[in-house]
């Protein structure tokens, strides 16, 4: 059985997001994606949810790291070129 994995991520602003990814190559499942979450999608097993700030708050009692002064996550994605 294949499996799957989802990253969840937190995003200031999803639209800015998904135009950044979008300019790299990478797509988005429609099904996926609404107002709150965008599924990018990485390969048949792989995707990563980026999650407004808001949204992702209510899967965790935690506070969300501030990515300038905090990590977050070390992540790599290969691709074919920069």
């Known amino acids: ?3 799957m994995i989802f990253v969840n991520l937190p995003v200031a602003d999803l639209r800015r997001s998904v135009d950044f990814w979008t ?3 990478f797509s988005f499942n429609p ?3 609404d107002d709150n979450a ?3 999608v990485i390969s048949d097993d792989a ?3 980026l999650l407004t700030e808001k949204f992702f ?3 965790t ?3 969300i790291a501030d990515a300038r ?3 977050q996550a070390i992540m790599a994605l290969s691709t074919s070129s920069r």
Do not use: E, I, N
Request: glycine fraction near 8%.
């Open 47 to 49: 995707d990563v949810m």
């Open 1 to 3: 059985m294949s499996r």
């Open 38 to 40: 965008a599924c990018m």
């Open 57 to 59: 708050s209510t899967f």
């Open 61 to 63: 009692s935690k506070p």
């Open 69 to 71: 002064a905090q990590t």
């Open 23 to 25: 300019g790299l190559g």
């Open 31 to 33: 099904q996926f994606t």
